[in-house]
């Protein structure tokens, strides 16, 4: 039977904490020059509504490292572009790849695809939710404190597709999420019902502050995502206040990590001297989108099949 990943919630908390133990060996593996060809024919279609720094490169040279082959698919350039109905690509592309990865404006889209897919589909972000990213997070929290059980995270910012996903990941790490947002900006109460029926362990507030006190892990995101360009004005206003700097990262425990998934913009959710300084973690997390999508890949698609 073929597994997706299209929320953090698809894994169990054992399947994530194997999957997070074959990242790390993937890793060692990769800095010592170990060849692991596990996917060697598998193909990955990576199929991209919004551009991409990270998650195109991550994939692309990601599936190079398992020996498979990724191609890169402009939605403009296919024809669901022109007005192919999701559920015939879909059943197409089956018949011609191994797995799928989309990147879609839309959450329903990458819903709709694995409907009709007889392979596995990952999310590779939608405007609900952002797992692959959270993978990573995961896996450079561990890194940084051997579990992530009984830890505090605060977020900084607006409830967006990287906060729900963290917020869910809650009922799976034994984390607990404190998210600080403006009115109107708050995660989604379907969102928080999902976590907190599932186990997780969720607060709201509005002050910065009172989110980092003692937090161990301080994460934001941009305050303007792609396709929010119109209300870039209004967003910045409503923000006033949630820029991560030092005051606010000196209420967090001694030991805090910063993270942000990028592309930052230094200024407005976090100061240069925030994500430069000691305490972020950034580039390990996102050197970490490797090695957690060549574990899932594995996963996915099962290693030697």
């Not at 299209?6 to 020059?33: H, N, P």
């Not at 990147?103 to 695809?113: C, M, N, V």
Request: glycine share 8%; proline share 3%.
């Amino acid at each position: 039977m073929k597994r997706d990943c299209i929320s953090i919630l698809d894994f169990s908390v054992q399947e994530l904490e194997d999957l997070l133990v074959r990242a790390q060996t993937l890793k060692e593996m990769r800095r010592r020059g170990h060849p692991h060809p596990y996917l060697a024919g598998r193909s990955l279609a990576m199929i991209f509504e919004k551009s991409s720094t990270r998650t195109r490169i991550s994939f692309e040279v990601g599936m190079a490292d398992l020996g498979g082959t990724a191609l890169f698919l402009n939605a403009h350039d296919m024809q669901i572009g022109r007005g192919e109905e999701i559920r015939d690509t879909s059943r197409v592309a089956s018949r011609y790849v191994s797995c799928v990865m989309i990147r879609a404006y839309r959450h329903l889209t990458i819903e709709d695809f694995a409907r009709y897919s007889s392979i596995p589909v990952i999310n590779g972000l939608s405007d609900l939710e952002h797992p692959c990213q959270i993978l990573a997070d995961i896996m450079t929290v561990k890194e940084r404190f051997g579990s992530t059980r009984g830890l505090r995270m605060a977020w900084i910012g607006d409830g967006d597709n990287v906060c729900n996903s963290l917020i869910l990941s809650t009922a799976l790490t034994g984390m607990e999420i404190t998210v600080a947002s403006p009115r109107g900006y708050e995660p989604s109460d379907g969102v928080l019902e999902r976590a907190l029926s599932a186990g997780g362990k969720v607060r709201l507030v509005k002050d910065p502050g009172e989110a980092v006190k003692d937090a161990h892990v301080v994460v934001t995101d941009t305050w303007v995502s792609m396709g929010e360009e119109r209300e870039r004005d209004a967003r910045l206003k409503a923000f006033q206040g949630y820029t991560v700097d030092s005051s606010l990262m000196r209420k967090a425990a001694p030991e805090a990590i910063f993270l942000h998934c990028l592309p930052a913009h230094r200024g407005q959710e976090v100061t240069d001297e925030v994500i430069e300084g000691a305490q972020s973690a950034v580039f390990d997390e996102a050197e970490n989108r490797l090695h957690a999508q060549k574990a899932l890949l594995v996963f996915l698609m099962g290693e030697g099949k």
